[in-house]
């Protein structure tokens, strides 16, 4: 059994790990200061494709991610770790995209790949934590869905068992193929690079392709990426009316900074005198009992 | 357009009733459809659910469409999906709300991408306003107001040119209150017709885990940060709690250390809690942290360093030892008679 399967991976600024550095002196936070990272829950969705070809090597897995040219590094990593080609989605026409144009652009570019098994994607991505893009794709490919995955189970030729987190516990469901995961960060710990594959492909191009190319063959998996390919609107036959800002439905009307909030703020001695005193005007308030 | 369509919310239960974040969402359903003049409805979908639903009538609602089908007894993306697209495309609401659970965050990205209308996802806030686009004004939009960002931006999103616009919400964000002069919702049964293809994930097994806390409910919560993690301090953080009858919190780092469990995560991927007392130890208070918890009555911080960024939200802020702190208070909280 050979599944074909496509990792959707995104490059975000690291919003989880905002130093001092990161702050402007006005308390909010300066964007350009922060790294940029490899979405951690694609990781671990990267990490669960990368076992399912351990247990069928005949598997072909693709990296996509939708970007700037600068996103082909968080590609160039799944190649590091094992993914057999990437793809990288980048076009001026898709800037400002919400979640429905980034979709549409991915399930454009999907179908540009031909028949796909499995789509494997993080839950979320930690700049927008919106969790929307992957059943979203999975809608316009008319594909099942399987949100907030922590374990792929078992997986044949007919089937895939999972199991999924939710408030209450796990749910454990099945599905045929084909069908899009999302996958949380308890799933797996993700392996690190390879060296060997580091050396491969740390000088890795992009291939350009700014056109639908009807010659276009899949590359025979197996063999290795020679280049990362680039595809831009034309290449993946996108409505331009789809895409980018005038393909997003949501439009953001106003962004403000959250900026520290001084309230009015009392200072407690670390004595006991001082602290009996705060505990005492707490009971008096009817705040503590 | 169609400019007086309703405020929908998809209603989810847990053991038959409708959840707390389903309830809250019909509350601020009907706070913006009285905004707007129109109705609030609720849409329920499942097999066997015993709750009356014309109950719903106290906190606001005015109909309830209800879908029974033995295949729709556990939640699945696909059917869902089809049924809730259905109802929207017939009823034509202007607002539809999901609560931002495991199964408001898969379905409504679905149905949105089926409708390629608006969705926000887990707002803080929702609001009936204004937007000016250059020279074009529409009136009466839902302001969608979210943090953004790892919580370092607010954002406020609008969908005006797509219908209807479509939120989450995160639960204990949104207040539940019951209205007194409200009558019963009127209940409207719905058929669908759904086949074996409309099934396509088949659900084996539902383990439900005992939640041994809910901080939500928490009126006085003793956090700990990574400044009071070591076994004493944490110790200490947990005497605390116990004494003055609170709950246990715990920031991002602590709990992804796997020192406490991720049900106390307090913040804006853990819980948003807003308890009467909230005592911080040893956090330094990350915007993601302040995000879950600004919104508590009274807060003390105790941290070793002066210039923790939580004593900027501190009402009472005490510079010192964690566990020197939590004895003094232990003591004086004892010693109260």
Known sequence: ?289 | MHERGNVMVFLEHRNGEPADVSLELVCKARELASTLKVGAEAVAIGSGNAYDHEALGRFGCNRVFAVEHPGLAQFTSVPYAKVLTQLITEYEPQIVLFGATTTGRDLAPRVASELQCGLTADCTDLQIGEHKVKRQVYENVLLQIRPAFGGNIVATIVSPESRPSMATVREGVMSKQILDVWGPAQLIEKQVSLSEVDFPTQVLEVVHKEKSVDLKKAKIIVSAGIGAADPQALEAVYELAKTLGGDVGASRPVVDAGIVPKEHQVGQTGTTVRPNLYIACGISGQIQHRAGMMESKRIIAINSDPQAPIFDIAHYGIVGDVKQVIAHMIKAYKDKD
């Not at chain 1, 968080?74 to 980048?90: E, F, H, N, P, W």
């Not at chain 1, 994607?121 to 794709?137: E, S």
């Not at chain 1, 580091?198 to 276009?216: F, G, P, R, W």
């Not at chain 1, 331009?240 to 439009?251: E, H, I, V």
Request: with cysteine; net charge negative; proline share 5%.
């Open chain 1, 1 to 289: 059994m050979a599944f074909r399967i496509v990792v959707f991976v995104k490059q975000v600024p690291d919003t989880q790990n905002i130093t001092g550095q990161a702050m402007k002196e006005d308390g909010t936070v300066n964007r350009d200061a922060l790294p940029a990272i490899f979405n951690p829950e694609d990781a671990n969705a990267l990490e669960e494709a990368l076992r399912v070809k351990e247990i069928f090597p005949d598997t072909m897995i693709t990296a996509m991610s939708m970007g700037p040219p600068k996103a082909s590094d968080v590609l160039k990593d799944c190649l590091y770790r094992g993914v057999d080609q990437a793809v990288l989605i980048s076009d001026r026409a898709f800037a400002g995209a919400d979640t429905l144009a980034t979709s549409y652009a991915l399930a454009c570019a999907v179908r540009r790949l031909g028949p796909v098994d499995l789509i494997l994607c993080g839950r979320q991505a930690i700049d927008g934590d919106t969790a929307q893009v992957g059943p979203q794709v999975a809608q316009k490919l008319g594909m099942n869905q399987i949100t907030s995955v922590c374990d792929i189970r078992e997986i044949n030729e007919d089937w895939i068992t999972v199991v999924r987190g939710i408030e209450t516990g796990f749910e454990t469901v099945r599905s045929a193929f084909p069908v899009l995961l999302t996958v949380t960060s308890a799933a797996n710990d993700p392996r690190p690079p390879k060296a060997t594959l580091v050396m491969a492909y740390k000088n890795i191009l992009c291939h350009i392709e700014d056109a639908y190319d009807e010659s276009y063959i899949e590359p025979a998996c197996g063999l290795g990426a020679e280049h990362i390919l680039q595809w831009n609107l034309a290449s993946i036959q996108a409505d331009p009316d789809r895409c980018g800002l005038s393909g997003s439905a949501t439009k953001v009307k106003k962004i403000e900074n959250v900026v520290l909030t001084a309230t009015e703020s009392k200072r407690i001695e670390n004595t006991y005198q001082s602290v009996s005193g705060l505990i005492h005007e707490l009971i008096h308030e009817h705040i503590l009992g």
